[in-house]
């Protein structure tokens, strides 16, 4: 009967906001008077997974399979889907992430689950058991109540504060057994960004929009990043006109983020971008327009030109480490 949570790893550190999810998974076994169960996949060592008993976990699976060292979603899913059936799982989560999002549909058809994308609050079982999710865009919250039995809930991340703990969980070693289907899709290559902070786990982001003028003036935006340590994202006309990597590219069409801070400069903070990043702890813009919309979604805001205020600010941070 234990909550499930789906782990995730890179080349065997697990992620910060998977630790999110069990804490979150754990929390919810806790309401529901069970126990939260971390099934890892792949290749990793035990002294890495006797971590997540830190975030709650009461028990870790370990399926140690090689196979599942990069994203499979249908062996994934079947990994998920034996072991729920093994431990009367009725509640599964994951992370509403790119691997998320791969795994969990799957996983809930397969066990006739109702499925909600995007979690923000705990089940509020006092109302059965609804969720808050956010709904257009971010421009408005649903509480969706899922009726099914079985239940599958992807977290959106950074959503809640981590809280370390010196609780311990057991591992248990567990073979599933696959299809050849299960692996259908070949990955032919891997090409990593190296050297960068990754946008998706990054709780700093500066980001610049069409307001920069030119590729030519993106030091300024690295500057403050690296000042800071930082990660750098972009509006969708700058990845467009190739100042910019589309990786780098947040919002409706882009990538989805919700770092502690997000200072947005040159950017005028039209929906589509805002629906990436309006998720942000605290959100800084630098705009020449007062009128600018994003003034609107901000908790500090500067009326000037990127390019003087950008040195200022780079400077400052100097100024504010030394002194630290
Ligand atoms: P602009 O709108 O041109 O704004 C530039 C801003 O810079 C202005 O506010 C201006 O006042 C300011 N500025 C100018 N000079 C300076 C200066 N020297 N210093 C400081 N500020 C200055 N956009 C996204 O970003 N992400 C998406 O995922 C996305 N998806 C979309 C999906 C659809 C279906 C559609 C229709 C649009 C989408 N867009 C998306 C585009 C979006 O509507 C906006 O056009 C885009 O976000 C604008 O980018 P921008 O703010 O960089 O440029």
């Known amino acids: 009967m234990s909550v499930l949570v789906l782990v995730e790893h890179t080349e065997g550190n697990i992620k910060k906001k998977s630790f999110e ?15 939260a169960t971390a099934v890892v996949l792949g290749t990793i060592a035990d002294a890495e997974m006797e971590a997540l008993g ?5 028990k870790v699976i370990h399926i140690a399979d090689k196979r599942l060292d990069e994203l499979h979603a249908r062996a994934y899913a079947t990994a998920l889907v034996n072991i729920a059936k093994a431990e009367g799982s009725k509640i599964i989560i994951t ?3 790119i691997n998320g999002r791969a795994v969990a549909p799957r996983v809930a058809v397969q066990l006739k689950a109702g499925l909600l994308a995007g979690a923000l609050s705990y089940p509020d079982t006092a109302k059965g058991f609804a969720i808050k999710k956010a709904v257009f865009s971010g ?24 809280t370390k703990t010196d609780g311990k969980a057991t591992i248990e070693t567990q073979e599933v057994s696959f299809t050849e289907k299960d692996f259908g899709i070949k990955v032919t290559s891997v090409n990593k960004v190296t050297g960068e902070i990754s946008l998706a786990d990054a709780t700093l982001v500066v980001s610049g929009g069409r307001g920069m003028k030119g590729p030519e003036n993106w030091g300024l935006i690295e500057d403050l990043a690296k000042e800071l340590g930082a990660a750098t994202a972009c509006s969708r006309p700058v990845a467009d006109a190739h100042w910019r990597p589309h990786h780098e590219h ?24 805002l629906a990436g990043v309006n998720g942000s702890k605290t959100i800084v813009v630098i705009n020449t327009d007062p009128e600018a919309p994003f003034f609107k979604a901000a908790n500090y805001g500067v009326v000037g030109d990127a390019m003087k205020v950008l040195p200022m600010l780079t400077e400052a941070v100097k100024k504010f480490k030394l002194h630290k």
Do not use: C, E
């Not at 999810?21 to 126990?35: D, E, F, P, R, S």
């Not at 801070?261 to 971008?273: D, K």
């Open 21 to 35: 999810a069990v804490q979150y998974a754990a929390q919810i076994a806790k309401n529901t008077g069970t126990t």
């Open 54 to 58: 830190n975030y709650g976990a009461n």
């Open 139 to 162: 421009k408005a919250f649903a509480w969706v109540n899922l009726l099914s039995d079985i239940k599958v809930i992807m977290l959106m991340p950074n959503t809640f504060p981590l």
């Open 250 to 273: 947040v919002g409706q069409t882009g990538g989805s983020i919700r770092p502690d801070l997000y200072i947005a400069v040159g950017i005028s903070g039209a929906i589509q971008h």
């Open 95 to 97: 992370l509403y992430d």
